[in-house]
């Protein structure tokens, strides 16, 4: 029997009931990803397996390191081949961790070989995967066929011309690819440099010539609207931690000013800008209908050397632990006040702080919206089994399971959807144990359906995206 078997993580008879039955030929809506938009567009072919597996992927670049793999072999210009086989070296050392499976799993649903991964099977892997790469569905929009993924939501920046967005339109592809909207440039009135550079860029993009606080909102608005033309109907947000301070537009617009004349604001001036701005996304969210998701609890780029040496993205970024969630509460109870609290997905970085962040979340719940403030599924360094099921509970425990949007890939690899099955199976397991103990029903229509539900159309329902 091969490693990656039909009832790989599926532990009980009904788990495997629900799996087979009702998760595993759902389609994919994944809301939020980074994917390429140029590549959808332009329809990219991958000339070989380090390109496909290994370019931009710092789950396996942090392995790599963690297994003494010297950094030009990484990150570097070393040769494709070389690369792919120092990480063939790295495989069979990341027993346990989730990559051995994921990396498995994607060896089996892209290229139907079923070889563990090691030095010695390499030379094979690699003649025949870069075989199986000539086909056209191994393309972008192969792939996408193949795993019927019917909506993609890339990470746009306002400043994003989404150019690349209209020629996928034009191209008239099963798969319904939207822009979100991350401004998250647009809080770095602590890096004047940063900041002014990005002011001027969405100055030119937005045609609105920003000389001030209010004509930067404008500008800023505009290319929301313009995104929501393009089909976008989510704002994404990586931060720290929420922002929350009381504050006026009068002091927010100095701040603004002063960042504009190459003053750095003070940590609290950062907070009070932060929070309005925040603030005012989340009310043209909640205007058109959008959701707001919030990526919380992430410390980035921690090794200096390495950050100056090859940049942001790379594989030095960890799990934060400050005080999170009463923040959180007074920025939701700012716009819940005023009624522009608008849908929110929460994906918690901090395992500790999902039951805080589940209960906070019930507190603005209403509306007439399913599920409207929602525990994102486990996000980075939380996107793995026990982490996913820790997630789980804490969403069963405090929320309604029932009604939670599922899976995401939030990848920049086109080889990363058989994390939706990964995920499929994790949730059937776990769901099939409360059933082996009678602890649900033993109904495969009611549970059954939830699950299908989970998969793929609680998200069609909740993000309002138009899949025609």
């Not at 927010?252 to 003070?266: E, K, L, P, Y």
């Not at 921690?302 to 923040?327: C, H, K, L, W, Y």
Request: proline share 3%.
């Amino acid at each position: 029997m091969s490693y990656i078997n039909d009832d790989f993580l599926l532990h009980s008879p009904s788990a495997r009931s629900l799996y087979h039955g009702y998760a595993k030929d759902e389609p994919i809506f994944d809301y939020h990803c980074h994917l390429p938009p140029e590549d959808v567009a332009g329809n990219r072919r991958f000339s070989n397996l380090f390109e496909i597996w290994l370019e931009g992927d710092h789950y396996k670049w942090r392995a790599m390191r963690a297994n003494g793999v010297d950094e030009a072999l990484i990150t570097g210009d070393a040769d494709p081949y070389d690369k792919f086989l120092a990480w063939c070296r790295t495989v069979p050392h990341t027993l346990r961790n989730p990559l051995y499976h994921w990396s498995h799993l994607e060896l089996k649903r892209y290229f139907d070989i079923d070889a563990l991964i090691s030095e010695e099977t390499a030379p094979e892997i690699w003649e025949a995967g870069n075989e199986r790469l000539k086909s056209d569905a191994l393309s972008a929009h192969g792939i996408l066929e193949s795993f019927q993924v019917k909506v993609v939501g890339t990470t746009d920046d306002p400043t994003d011309s989404l150019d690349h967005h209209q020629a996928i339109k034009e191209l008239g592809i099963g798969t319904k690819v939207v822009p979100t909207f991350r401004p998250d440039k647009g809080l770095l009135v602590d890096r004047p440099d940063a900041f002014n550079a990005w002011v001027d860029a969405l100055s030119e993009v937005s045609e609105v010539a920003i000389d001030s606080f209010t004509s930067f909102l404008d500008a800023l608005k505009s290319r929301h609207e313009f995104f929501h033309e393009m089909g976008g109907r989510l704002s994404d947000h990586g931060l720290e931690r929420c922002f929350y301070a009381e504050t006026n537009e009068s002091a927010v617009a100095s701040i603004f000013d002063q960042t504009r004349s190459g003053n750095a604001a003070t940590s609290d001036e950062k907070e009070q800008f932060g929070f309005y701005l925040m603030r005012e996304v989340g009310r043209w969210n909640a205007e058109k209908g959008w959701t707001l998701q919030l990526h919380v609890g992430a410390l980035r780029n921690n090794n200096s050397r390495m950050f100056e040496a090859i940049g942001p993205d790379t594989g030095f970024d960890s799990i934060t632990d400050v005080s999170q969630v009463g923040v959180m509460g007074r920025f939701f109870d700012a716009l819940d006040r005023t009624g522009q609290l608008p849908k929110t997905v929460v994906y918690n970085l901090n395992w500790s702080d999902n039951y805080s962040v589940a209960t906070m979340l019930g507190n603005f719940q209403g509306g007439g919206t399913l599920g409207e403030m929602q525990l994102g599924s486990g996000w980075w360094h939380l996107d793995q089994k026990e982490a996913m099921r820790a997630q789980m509970n804490a969403l069963s425990n405090l929320g309604l399971f029932s009604r939670f949007v599922g899976m995401l890939t939030d990848s920049r690899s086109f080889l990363s959807y058989p994390r939706h099955e990964y995920f499929r199976r994790v949730l059937c397991d776990l769901v099939g144990e409360d059933m082996e103990r009678g602890e649900l029903p033993n109904d495969m229509e009611l549970v059954g359906g939830m699950v299908k539900n989970i998969c793929f159309q609680n998200a069609v329902e909740y993000f309002g995206i138009d899949l025609g």
